[in-house]
Protein backbone atom coordinates (compact mmCIF):
# COMPACT_ATOMS: atom_id res chain seq x y z
CA UNK A 1 0.00 0.00 0.00
CA UNK A 2 1.58 3.52 -1.11
CA UNK A 3 0.42 6.12 1.92
CA UNK A 4 0.53 9.90 1.38
CA UNK A 5 0.08 12.56 3.58
CA UNK A 6 -2.25 15.42 3.58
CA UNK A 7 -2.44 18.86 5.99
CA UNK A 8 -5.13 21.23 6.77
CA UNK A 9 -2.68 23.89 8.86
CA UNK A 10 -6.75 25.98 9.59
CA UNK A 11 -7.47 28.72 11.80
CA UNK A 12 -8.14 26.77 15.28
CA UNK A 13 -5.69 23.47 14.51
CA UNK A 14 -3.21 21.46 12.16
CA UNK A 15 -4.04 18.46 10.99
CA UNK A 16 -2.73 15.50 9.10
CA UNK A 17 -4.62 12.60 7.32
CA UNK A 18 -2.75 9.75 6.24
CA UNK A 19 -4.60 7.70 3.68
CA UNK A 20 -3.96 4.90 1.12
CA UNK A 21 -3.08 6.78 -2.52
CA UNK A 22 -5.29 3.85 -4.26
CA UNK A 23 -8.40 4.61 -2.38
CA UNK A 24 -8.20 7.80 -0.04
CA UNK A 25 -8.67 5.48 2.43
CA UNK A 26 -7.90 6.67 6.09
CA UNK A 27 -5.32 4.98 7.62
CA UNK A 28 -4.28 7.30 10.61
CA UNK A 29 -4.49 11.23 11.53
CA UNK A 30 -3.02 13.25 14.01
CA UNK A 31 -3.52 16.80 15.33
CA UNK A 32 -2.62 19.77 17.10
CA UNK A 33 -3.94 23.14 18.26
CA UNK A 34 -2.80 26.80 17.22
CA UNK A 35 -2.85 29.75 19.08
CA UNK A 36 -5.88 31.88 19.11
CA UNK A 37 -5.83 34.93 17.93
CA UNK A 38 -6.15 37.35 14.62
CA UNK A 39 -2.30 37.27 14.30
CA UNK A 40 0.37 34.90 15.00
CA UNK A 41 4.17 33.94 14.59
CA UNK A 42 4.22 31.09 12.48
CA UNK A 43 6.70 29.16 14.18
CA UNK A 44 3.47 27.86 16.15
CA UNK A 45 1.87 26.53 13.11
CA UNK A 46 5.75 24.36 12.33
CA UNK A 47 5.49 23.41 15.65
CA UNK A 48 1.82 22.45 15.60
CA UNK A 49 2.83 20.89 12.34
CA UNK A 50 5.56 18.59 13.68
CA UNK A 51 3.44 17.45 16.73
CA UNK A 52 0.30 16.44 14.26
CA UNK A 53 2.71 14.35 12.49
CA UNK A 54 3.97 12.92 15.32
CA UNK A 55 0.38 12.54 16.53
CA UNK A 56 -0.35 10.56 12.96
CA UNK A 57 2.29 8.30 13.62
CA UNK A 58 5.51 9.84 11.52
CA UNK A 59 6.43 10.19 7.92
CA UNK A 60 8.70 7.53 7.67
CA UNK A 61 5.95 5.27 5.37
CA UNK A 62 4.83 7.91 3.69
CA UNK A 63 5.02 8.68 0.10
CA UNK A 64 3.87 12.31 -0.67
CA UNK A 65 2.53 14.91 1.17
CA UNK A 66 1.05 18.39 0.77
CA UNK A 67 -0.33 21.19 3.05
CA UNK A 68 -3.48 22.88 2.29
CA UNK A 69 -4.13 26.17 4.95
CA UNK A 70 -5.97 29.00 6.14
CA UNK A 71 -6.49 31.11 2.77
CA UNK A 72 -5.05 35.02 2.10
CA UNK A 73 -2.71 35.91 5.31
CA UNK A 74 0.52 37.76 5.47
CA UNK A 75 3.59 36.00 6.13
CA UNK A 76 6.77 38.62 5.25
CA UNK A 77 10.19 37.74 5.11
CA UNK A 78 13.71 39.24 5.67
CA UNK A 79 16.64 38.26 3.45
CA UNK A 80 17.71 36.20 5.73
CA UNK A 81 14.24 34.07 5.86
CA UNK A 82 13.61 35.23 9.01
CA UNK A 83 9.44 36.38 10.11
CA UNK A 84 9.53 40.01 10.32
CA UNK A 85 6.59 40.27 12.64
CA UNK A 86 3.73 38.28 13.85
CA UNK A 87 1.36 36.85 10.40
CA UNK A 88 -1.80 38.48 9.97
CA UNK A 89 -4.58 36.04 9.56
CA UNK A 90 -7.71 36.36 7.12
CA UNK A 91 -10.05 37.09 9.98
CA UNK A 92 -7.79 40.12 11.46
CA UNK A 93 -9.69 43.27 10.06
CA UNK A 94 -7.25 46.03 10.32
CA UNK A 95 -6.74 46.47 7.08
CA UNK A 96 -10.81 47.33 6.03
CA UNK A 97 -9.65 50.73 5.10
CA UNK A 98 -6.44 50.12 3.45
CA UNK A 99 -9.06 47.81 1.36
CA UNK A 100 -10.72 50.41 0.31
CA UNK A 101 -7.95 52.55 -0.65
CA UNK A 102 -6.34 50.29 -2.96
CA UNK A 103 -9.89 49.34 -4.66
CA UNK A 104 -10.26 53.17 -4.81
CA UNK A 105 -6.96 53.33 -6.65
CA UNK A 106 -7.08 50.59 -9.27
CA UNK A 107 -10.33 51.38 -11.00
CA UNK A 108 -10.05 48.06 -13.03
CA UNK A 109 -8.76 45.68 -9.68
CA UNK A 110 -11.55 43.16 -10.80
CA UNK A 111 -10.62 42.31 -14.46
CA UNK A 112 -7.10 42.01 -12.90
CA UNK A 113 -7.29 39.80 -10.09
CA UNK A 114 -10.75 38.92 -10.12
CA UNK A 115 -11.93 40.34 -7.06
CA UNK A 116 -12.67 43.47 -5.14
CA UNK A 117 -9.84 43.59 -2.52
CA UNK A 118 -11.27 43.28 1.54
CA UNK A 119 -9.79 42.63 4.33
CA UNK A 120 -8.64 39.23 4.22
CA UNK A 121 -6.57 39.71 1.18
CA UNK A 122 -3.01 39.89 1.71
CA UNK A 123 -2.39 42.64 -1.21
CA UNK A 124 -4.52 44.94 2.00
CA UNK A 125 -2.66 43.42 5.04
CA UNK A 126 0.53 44.76 3.36
CA UNK A 127 -0.48 47.91 2.47
CA UNK A 128 -1.32 48.40 6.25
CA UNK A 129 2.00 47.45 7.29
CA UNK A 130 3.32 50.10 4.63
CA UNK A 131 1.34 52.73 6.55
CA UNK A 132 0.93 51.28 10.08
CA UNK A 133 5.09 49.86 10.18
CA UNK A 134 7.03 51.35 7.93
CA UNK A 135 10.17 50.19 9.38
CA UNK A 136 8.93 46.44 8.87
CA UNK A 137 7.35 46.83 5.54
CA UNK A 138 11.29 48.66 4.33
CA UNK A 139 13.11 44.77 5.65
CA UNK A 140 10.24 43.07 3.95
CA UNK A 141 12.43 41.03 0.97
CA UNK A 142 9.83 37.87 0.29
CA UNK A 143 5.82 37.77 1.61
CA UNK A 144 4.36 34.37 1.24
CA UNK A 145 0.90 32.67 2.53
CA UNK A 146 0.34 30.31 5.63
CA UNK A 147 0.86 27.09 3.47
CA UNK A 148 3.74 28.60 1.20
CA UNK A 149 5.52 28.94 4.14
CA UNK A 150 5.00 26.07 5.92
CA UNK A 151 5.82 23.97 2.75
CA UNK A 152 9.51 25.82 2.71
CA UNK A 153 9.81 24.66 6.32
CA UNK A 154 8.89 21.32 5.44
CA UNK A 155 11.26 21.77 2.51
CA UNK A 156 13.82 21.88 4.64
CA UNK A 157 14.08 26.25 4.13
CA UNK A 158 13.73 28.77 6.58
CA UNK A 159 16.76 31.30 8.71
CA UNK A 160 19.02 28.14 8.82
CA UNK A 161 18.83 27.87 4.94
CA UNK A 162 17.08 31.02 3.36
CA UNK A 163 16.83 30.45 -0.11
CA UNK A 164 13.68 32.59 -0.82
CA UNK A 165 14.10 31.91 -4.32
CA UNK A 166 12.19 28.39 -3.22
CA UNK A 167 9.12 29.46 -1.84
CA UNK A 168 6.20 28.10 -3.67
CA UNK A 169 2.67 28.23 -3.72
CA UNK A 170 -0.17 27.15 -6.25
CA UNK A 171 -3.21 29.51 -7.90
CA UNK A 172 -5.60 28.92 -5.69
CA UNK A 173 -4.16 30.54 -2.58
CA UNK A 174 -2.42 33.00 -5.15
CA UNK A 175 -5.86 33.95 -6.64
CA UNK A 176 -6.73 35.30 -2.66
CA UNK A 177 -3.87 37.42 -2.30
CA UNK A 178 -4.96 40.88 -4.80
CA UNK A 179 -2.09 40.60 -6.38
CA UNK A 180 -2.60 37.79 -9.14
CA UNK A 181 -4.15 37.12 -12.24
CA UNK A 182 -6.28 33.71 -11.68
CA UNK A 183 -6.98 33.73 -15.43
CA UNK A 184 -3.21 34.31 -17.09
CA UNK A 185 -1.85 32.53 -14.05
CA UNK A 186 0.81 35.22 -13.27
CA UNK A 187 1.16 38.05 -11.07
CA UNK A 188 0.73 41.25 -11.12
CA UNK A 189 3.54 43.25 -9.68
CA UNK A 190 2.21 46.38 -10.09
CA UNK A 191 -0.80 45.86 -7.83
CA UNK A 192 2.28 43.99 -5.46
CA UNK A 193 4.85 47.45 -5.33
CA UNK A 194 1.38 49.59 -5.00
CA UNK A 195 0.61 47.23 -1.89
CA UNK A 196 3.91 47.65 0.00
CA UNK A 197 5.75 49.99 -1.43
CA UNK A 198 8.64 48.32 -2.30
CA UNK A 199 9.73 46.97 -5.46
CA UNK A 200 11.51 43.67 -6.25
CA UNK A 201 9.66 41.63 -3.18
CA UNK A 202 10.01 38.01 -3.71
CA UNK A 203 6.59 35.83 -4.47
CA UNK A 204 6.39 32.42 -4.11
CA UNK A 205 6.58 30.27 -7.27
CA UNK A 206 3.20 29.18 -8.84
CA UNK A 207 3.19 25.33 -8.87
CA UNK A 208 0.82 23.77 -11.55
CA UNK A 209 -1.53 21.37 -10.44
CA UNK A 210 -0.38 17.82 -9.58
CA UNK A 211 3.06 18.64 -10.27
CA UNK A 212 5.83 18.58 -7.22
CA UNK A 213 6.72 21.31 -5.39
CA UNK A 214 10.37 19.36 -4.30
CA UNK A 215 10.93 16.55 -1.68
CA UNK A 216 11.84 16.09 2.18
CA UNK A 217 14.88 14.81 2.58
CA UNK A 218 15.56 12.30 5.52
CA UNK A 219 16.57 14.48 8.40
CA UNK A 220 16.22 13.93 12.35
CA UNK A 221 13.03 15.51 12.05
CA UNK A 222 11.36 14.00 9.73
CA UNK A 223 12.67 10.31 8.51
CA UNK A 224 12.04 9.33 5.17
CA UNK A 225 11.41 6.35 2.56
CA UNK A 226 14.45 6.13 0.59
CA UNK A 227 14.53 8.87 -2.01
CA UNK A 228 12.53 11.32 0.02
CA UNK A 229 8.90 12.32 0.22
CA UNK A 230 7.80 14.44 -2.79
CA UNK A 231 5.65 17.39 -1.69
CA UNK A 232 2.59 18.97 -3.93
CA UNK A 233 1.79 22.16 -4.68
CA UNK A 234 -0.60 23.35 -1.68
CA UNK A 235 -4.18 24.55 -1.56
CA UNK A 236 -5.90 27.24 0.25
CA UNK A 237 -8.47 25.98 1.95
CA UNK A 238 -11.72 25.56 0.35
CA UNK A 239 -10.06 24.36 -2.77
CA UNK A 240 -8.71 21.96 -0.93
CA UNK A 241 -11.24 21.41 0.20
CA UNK A 242 -12.95 21.41 -3.52
CA UNK A 243 -10.13 18.42 -4.37
CA UNK A 244 -10.96 16.32 -0.78
CA UNK A 245 -14.65 16.31 -2.07
CA UNK A 246 -13.72 15.49 -5.39
CA UNK A 247 -15.97 18.38 -6.90
CA UNK A 248 -15.54 18.74 -10.50
CA UNK A 249 -17.25 21.56 -13.15
CA UNK A 250 -20.70 21.85 -12.03
CA UNK A 251 -20.38 21.05 -8.55
CA UNK A 252 -21.47 23.69 -5.94
CA UNK A 253 -19.88 23.50 -2.63
CA UNK A 254 -21.89 25.07 0.29
CA UNK A 255 -20.47 24.99 3.68
CA UNK A 256 -22.05 25.67 7.18
CA UNK A 257 -19.83 26.60 9.53
CA UNK A 258 -18.87 29.71 11.58
CA UNK A 259 -19.81 31.71 8.68
CA UNK A 260 -21.37 30.38 5.24
CA UNK A 261 -19.54 30.18 1.89
CA UNK A 262 -20.57 29.26 -1.19
CA UNK A 263 -18.42 28.10 -3.72
CA UNK A 264 -18.53 26.45 -7.50
CA UNK A 265 -15.61 24.83 -9.65
CA UNK A 266 -16.23 26.48 -12.69
CA UNK A 267 -14.50 26.37 -16.18
CA UNK A 268 -15.71 30.20 -16.30
CA UNK A 269 -13.56 32.96 -14.63
CA UNK A 270 -15.62 35.39 -12.44
CA UNK A 271 -15.52 38.84 -12.30
CA UNK A 272 -17.97 40.47 -10.61
CA UNK A 273 -17.63 44.34 -10.18
CA UNK A 274 -20.29 44.42 -7.15
CA UNK A 275 -17.53 42.21 -5.26
CA UNK A 276 -20.10 39.86 -4.23
CA UNK A 277 -18.59 36.86 -5.39
CA UNK A 278 -14.91 36.54 -4.82
CA UNK A 279 -13.02 35.52 -8.19
CA UNK A 280 -10.41 32.62 -7.38
CA UNK A 281 -8.51 30.02 -8.90
CA UNK A 282 -9.25 26.15 -7.63
CA UNK A 283 -6.48 23.69 -7.20
CA UNK A 284 -7.37 21.83 -10.54
CA UNK A 285 -6.89 24.15 -13.30
CA UNK A 286 -10.18 25.51 -13.21
CA UNK A 287 -12.06 28.47 -11.45
CA UNK A 288 -13.58 28.79 -7.70
CA UNK A 289 -15.90 31.51 -7.71
CA UNK A 290 -16.63 32.18 -3.99
CA UNK A 291 -19.43 33.79 -1.75
CA UNK A 292 -19.25 34.34 2.11
CA UNK A 293 -22.15 34.94 4.52
CA UNK A 294 -21.42 35.96 8.08
CA UNK A 295 -24.37 34.13 9.72
CA UNK A 296 -24.33 30.42 9.51
CA UNK A 297 -24.28 27.26 12.18
CA UNK A 298 -23.82 30.20 15.01
CA UNK A 299 -27.94 31.18 13.79
CA UNK A 300 -28.73 27.54 14.66
CA UNK A 301 -26.56 27.82 18.01
CA UNK A 302 -28.69 31.17 19.11
CA UNK A 303 -32.05 29.45 18.47
CA UNK A 304 -31.14 26.00 19.72
CA UNK A 305 -29.90 27.88 22.91
CA UNK A 306 -33.28 30.70 22.73
CA UNK A 307 -35.52 27.24 22.68
CA UNK A 308 -34.11 25.08 25.59
CA UNK A 309 -33.06 22.20 22.91
CA UNK A 310 -30.49 20.40 21.60
CA UNK A 311 -29.43 20.78 17.66
CA UNK A 312 -31.05 17.42 17.23
CA UNK A 313 -34.08 18.32 19.14
CA UNK A 314 -34.45 21.81 16.92
CA UNK A 315 -34.07 19.66 13.95
CA UNK A 316 -36.89 17.61 14.63
CA UNK A 317 -38.81 20.76 16.02
CA UNK A 318 -38.27 21.74 12.59
CA UNK A 319 -39.91 19.23 10.71
CA UNK A 320 -42.90 19.45 12.46
CA UNK A 321 -43.21 22.56 10.73
CA UNK A 322 -44.59 23.60 7.35
CA UNK A 323 -42.44 24.54 4.81
CA UNK A 324 -42.51 28.42 4.64
CA UNK A 325 -42.82 27.83 8.71
CA UNK A 326 -46.38 29.08 8.91
CA UNK A 327 -45.45 32.90 7.63
CA UNK A 328 -42.52 33.07 10.01
CA UNK A 329 -39.37 34.62 8.26
CA UNK A 330 -35.67 34.92 10.56
CA UNK A 331 -33.74 36.96 8.15
CA UNK A 332 -30.70 35.75 10.32
CA UNK A 333 -28.60 39.05 10.31
CA UNK A 334 -27.46 38.30 13.81
CA UNK A 335 -23.36 39.90 13.14
CA UNK A 336 -24.40 41.86 10.58
CA UNK A 337 -23.28 40.46 7.47
CA UNK A 338 -21.01 40.06 4.58
CA UNK A 339 -23.36 39.25 1.52
CA UNK A 340 -25.25 41.02 1.10
CA UNK A 341 -22.88 43.80 2.63
CA UNK A 342 -24.95 45.17 5.57
CA UNK A 343 -22.02 45.25 8.44
CA UNK A 344 -24.22 47.14 10.51
CA UNK A 345 -27.45 45.19 10.21
CA UNK A 346 -29.43 42.68 12.98
CA UNK A 347 -31.47 39.86 12.86
CA UNK A 348 -34.97 40.40 12.31
CA UNK A 349 -38.19 38.12 12.83
CA UNK A 350 -41.25 38.46 10.49
CA UNK A 351 -45.03 37.47 10.25
CA UNK A 352 -45.53 36.60 14.02
CA UNK A 353 -49.25 35.81 14.56
CA UNK A 354 -50.83 33.96 17.23
CA UNK A 355 -50.85 31.19 14.88
CA UNK A 356 -47.16 31.34 13.76
CA UNK A 357 -45.42 32.09 16.51
CA UNK A 358 -44.76 28.36 18.17
CA UNK A 359 -41.81 26.49 18.95
CA UNK A 360 -41.69 24.22 15.80
CA UNK A 361 -42.14 27.40 12.95
CA UNK A 362 -39.35 29.34 15.02
CA UNK A 363 -36.94 26.36 14.59
CA UNK A 364 -37.70 26.19 11.24
CA UNK A 365 -37.67 29.65 10.36
CA UNK A 366 -34.10 29.44 11.78
CA UNK A 367 -33.01 26.59 9.01
CA UNK A 368 -34.83 28.23 6.26
CA UNK A 369 -33.14 31.72 7.07
CA UNK A 370 -29.53 30.43 7.42
CA UNK A 371 -30.39 28.22 4.26
CA UNK A 372 -32.23 30.81 1.85
CA UNK A 373 -28.90 33.29 2.93
CA UNK A 374 -26.81 30.54 1.28
CA UNK A 375 -29.11 30.19 -1.87
CA UNK A 376 -28.40 33.89 -2.31
CA UNK A 377 -24.97 33.14 -2.37
CA UNK A 378 -25.72 30.51 -5.55
CA UNK A 379 -27.93 33.01 -7.18
CA UNK A 380 -24.73 35.35 -7.16
CA UNK A 381 -22.70 33.12 -8.44
CA UNK A 382 -25.35 31.77 -11.61
CA UNK A 383 -25.15 35.80 -12.69
CA UNK A 384 -21.54 34.89 -12.94
CA UNK A 385 -22.45 32.50 -15.53
CA UNK A 386 -22.10 29.28 -12.95
CA UNK A 387 -23.77 26.46 -14.20
CA UNK A 388 -24.87 24.06 -10.68
CA UNK A 389 -25.83 20.73 -11.19
CA UNK A 390 -25.15 19.36 -7.35
CA UNK A 391 -24.92 20.70 -3.64
CA UNK A 392 -22.21 19.32 -1.93
CA UNK A 393 -23.84 20.07 1.33
CA UNK A 394 -20.74 19.97 4.22
CA UNK A 395 -20.25 21.54 7.85
CA UNK A 396 -21.30 20.20 10.89
CA UNK A 397 -24.87 21.90 10.60
CA UNK A 398 -25.35 19.72 7.13
CA UNK A 399 -25.35 16.54 9.38
CA UNK A 400 -28.79 17.71 10.99
CA UNK A 401 -31.45 15.47 9.00
CA UNK A 402 -33.51 18.68 9.22
CA UNK A 403 -30.78 21.17 7.66
CA UNK A 404 -30.69 18.66 4.81
CA UNK A 405 -34.12 18.05 4.47
CA UNK A 406 -34.95 21.60 4.06
CA UNK A 407 -32.09 22.19 1.59
CA UNK A 408 -33.64 20.28 -0.44
CA UNK A 409 -36.74 22.33 -0.42
CA UNK A 410 -35.00 25.96 -0.74
CA UNK A 411 -32.36 24.91 -3.43
CA UNK A 412 -33.55 23.65 -6.80
CA UNK A 413 -30.77 22.04 -7.47
CA UNK A 414 -29.92 17.86 -6.95
CA UNK A 415 -28.37 18.01 -2.69
CA UNK A 416 -25.76 15.60 -1.72
CA UNK A 417 -24.34 15.50 2.13
CA UNK A 418 -21.00 13.61 2.24
CA UNK A 419 -20.41 12.04 5.16
CA UNK A 420 -18.42 14.15 7.71
CA UNK A 421 -14.76 14.36 6.89
CA UNK A 422 -11.71 16.35 7.25
CA UNK A 423 -11.81 17.50 3.67
CA UNK A 424 -9.19 19.67 3.22
CA UNK A 425 -6.74 17.50 4.69
CA UNK A 426 -7.93 15.00 2.27
CA UNK A 427 -7.57 17.46 -0.85
CA UNK A 428 -3.82 17.90 -0.19
CA UNK A 429 -3.55 14.30 0.42
CA UNK A 430 -5.12 14.13 -3.46
CA UNK A 431 -2.67 16.64 -4.68
CA UNK A 432 -0.08 14.25 -2.72
CA UNK A 433 -1.35 11.99 -5.09
CA UNK A 434 -1.39 13.36 -7.80
CA UNK A 435 1.91 14.97 -7.62
CA UNK A 436 3.38 11.26 -6.63
CA UNK A 437 1.12 9.25 -9.55
CA UNK A 438 1.24 12.19 -12.39
CA UNK A 439 -2.81 12.08 -12.60
CA UNK A 440 -5.29 13.15 -10.05
CA UNK A 441 -6.93 10.75 -8.40
CA UNK A 442 -10.57 9.81 -8.23
CA UNK A 443 -11.86 8.68 -5.02
CA UNK A 444 -15.09 7.32 -3.75
CA UNK A 445 -16.84 10.22 -1.74
CA UNK A 446 -18.83 8.63 1.29
CA UNK A 447 -22.63 9.49 1.27
CA UNK A 448 -24.04 10.74 4.39
CA UNK A 449 -27.90 11.86 2.95
CA UNK A 450 -29.06 12.26 -0.65
CA UNK A 451 -32.90 14.20 0.02
CA UNK A 452 -34.87 13.90 -3.03
CA UNK A 453 -35.70 17.64 -4.78
CA UNK A 454 -38.63 18.71 -2.62
CA UNK A 455 -38.49 22.24 -3.88
CA UNK A 456 -40.86 24.52 -2.30
CA UNK A 457 -41.33 28.36 -3.71
CA UNK A 458 -42.98 29.79 -0.49
CA UNK A 459 -39.81 29.59 1.13
CA UNK A 460 -37.66 31.71 -0.72
CA UNK A 461 -40.56 34.02 -1.94
CA UNK A 462 -41.24 34.99 1.89
CA UNK A 463 -37.71 35.57 2.52
CA UNK A 464 -37.05 37.75 -0.30
CA UNK A 465 -40.45 39.66 0.20
CA UNK A 466 -38.80 41.01 3.21
Request: proline letters at 8%; zero cysteines.
Given at each position: MTLVAGVDSSTQSCKVVIVDAATGVTVRTGRAAHPAGTEVDPEAWWTALQHAIADAGGLADVAAISVGGQQHGMV????????????????????????????????????????????????????????????????????ALPHDWLTWRLRGFGPQNPRLDALTTDRSDASGTGYFDPVSGEYDRELLELAIGNSGTVVPRVVAPGESAGVI??????????????????????AGAALGLGARDGDVVVSIGTSGTVFAVTATPSHDETGTVAGFADASGLFLPLVATLNAARVLDSIAALLGVTHDELGALA????????????????????TPNLPDATATLFGMTLASTTRPDLARSAIEGLLCGLADGLDALRAQGVQAHRILLIGGAAQNRAVSAIAAQVFEVPVVVPSPGEYVALGAAAQAAWALQGERPDWELPIAAEPAIDTRPIIRQQYSAR
Open positions: VLDHGGRVIRPALLWNDTRSAQAARDLAAEVPDIVARTGSIPVASFTSTKLRWLRDAEPENAAAVAAVAASPEFPTPEGGIVVGAGAGDNLQAEPGSGGLVLQPYFEGER
